[in-house]
Nanobody, 125 residues
Framework: QVQLVESGGGLVQAGGSLSLSCAAS????????MGWFRQAPGKEREFVTA????????LYADSVKGRFTSSRDNTKNTVYLQMNSLKPEDTAVYYC??????????????????WGQGTQVTASS
């Protein structure tokens, strides 16, 4: 079993930056692909980014490409999401998720086995 806890959300003006962290429990964390998703009010939860276990591979949604960067530190069981040039449309609850399969980088919610409780990010105009 893996438990995920996000932190670092908050309120920022459009154009600003925020950094999210996701701390994971469990010795198997280092082998999991990790993903970030977000859900705005009244909308479906959508894919943001995924990072492979070795940090050798990343995948980004087109809407965040060039502005967001995911990284991880397996020695600390932590994955990060650096968000720059935030826009009002980035406002959402952000969730980290863990995929324990070996199927490569996944953007589908169904591919992820464990989820955090989410952290609110608000970019005001």
């Amino acid at each position: 079993q893996v438990q995920l806890v996000e932190s670092g959300g908050g309120l920022v003006q459009a154009g600003g930056s925020l950094s999210l962290s996701c701390a994971a429990s469990g010795r198997s964390f280092r082998w999991y692909t990790m993903g970030w998703f977000r859900q705005a009010p009244g909308k479906e939860r959508e894919f943001v980014t995924a990072i492979s276990w070795s940090s050798g591979g990343t995948l980004y949604a087109d809407s965040v490409k060039g502005r967001f960067t995911s990284s991880r530190d397996n020695t600390k069981n932590t994955v990060y999401l650096q968000m720059n040039s935030l826009k009002p449309e980035d406002t959402a609850v952000y969730y980290c998720a863990a995929d324990r399969s070996v199927g490569g980088l996944q953007s589908r919610r169904e591919a992820y086995d464990y989820w955090g409780q989410g952290t609110q990010v608000t970019a005001s105009s």
